[in-house]
T-cell receptor
Framework: AQTVTQSQPEMSVQEAETVTLSCTYD???????LFWYKQPPSRQMILVIR??????QNATENRFSVNFQKAAKSFSLKISDSQLGDAAMYFC?????????????FGTGTRLTIIP | ETGVTQSPTHLIKTRGQQVTLRCSSQ?????VSWYQQALGQGPQFIFQ???????GRGNFPPRFSGLQFPNYSSELNVNALELDDSALYLC?????????????FGPGTRLTVL
């Protein structure tokens, strides 16, 4: 079974600074997807960034980027120029790549606080 | 384009009762997944419906059941409620047409079992 581990229950960062959230996972599959989701107090899960395992290039979305280390099964999220609106729970998630399988396996989350 | 909606927003039930939660998927989507998120935890996969058939299930007992309708909206039913069923229930919809299909989440239903 696949597992996702987030070892940082809470993180804080000064506004405009950079923060990195950690995630490790365990799988025997060679092809899969990894995600970072943001869950603000409104509770709605919002996709931040996605990485396909077969792509060596790290994904980037504006201020958000990942460091994907497939051999180490590590998938960290870097947030640059942190903004107050970035405060939320962040969840790392894994999904197998086979057709029709939408099951996401989530980590336990990291609560990110932005200090003004 | 309408996003994923869920009803009700909040619900309070007593132990032993039954509850039905509803989800309207995003327009054009044919797959709905349900998740249970206990306080302070990440979401746990309950099951998935594709074209009105359950085609994936997590580690949840049979008293958790569901339906998907021809318009691809969905219901989650929980019988014989237990205190541990208190959680945020999230549904997510997607258009299954390849190996990757982005899921869009609804705002959730907060269920409290007393």
């Amino acid at each position: 079974a696949q597992t996702v581990t987030q070892s940082q229950p809470e993180m804080s960062v000064q506004e405009a600074e950079t923060v990195t959230l950690s995630c490790t996972y365990d799988t025997s599959e060679s092809d899969y997807y990894l995600f970072w989701y943001k869950q603000p107090p409104s509770r709605q899960m919002i996709l931040v960034i996605r990485q396909e395992a077969y792509k060596q290039q790290n994904a980037t979305e504006n201020r958000f980027s990942v460091n994907f280390q497939k051999a180490a099964k590590s998938f960290s999220l870097k947030i640059s120029d942190s903004q107050l609106g970035d405060a939320a729970m962040y969840f790392c998630a894994y999904r197998r790549s086979n057709f029709g399988n939408e099951k996401l396996t989530f980590g336990t989350g990291t609560r990110l606080t932005i200090i003004p | 384009e309408t996003g994923v909606t869920q009803s009700p927003t909040h619900l309070i039930k007593t132990r032993g009762q039954q509850v039905t939660l509803r989800c309207s998927s995003q327009s054009g989507h044919n797959t709905v997944s349900w998740y249970q998120q206990a306080l302070g935890q990440g979401p746990q996969f309950i099951f998935q419906y594709y074209r009105e058939e359950e085609n994936g299930r997590g580690n949840f007992p049979p008293r958790f059941s569901g339906l998907q309708f021809p318009n691809y909206s969905s219901e989650l039913n929980v019988n014989a409620l237990e205190l541990d069923d208190s959680a945020l229930y999230l549904c997510a919809s997607s258009l299954t047409q390849g190996s990757h299909n982005e899921q869009f989440f609804g705002p959730g239903t907060r269920l409290t079992v007393l």
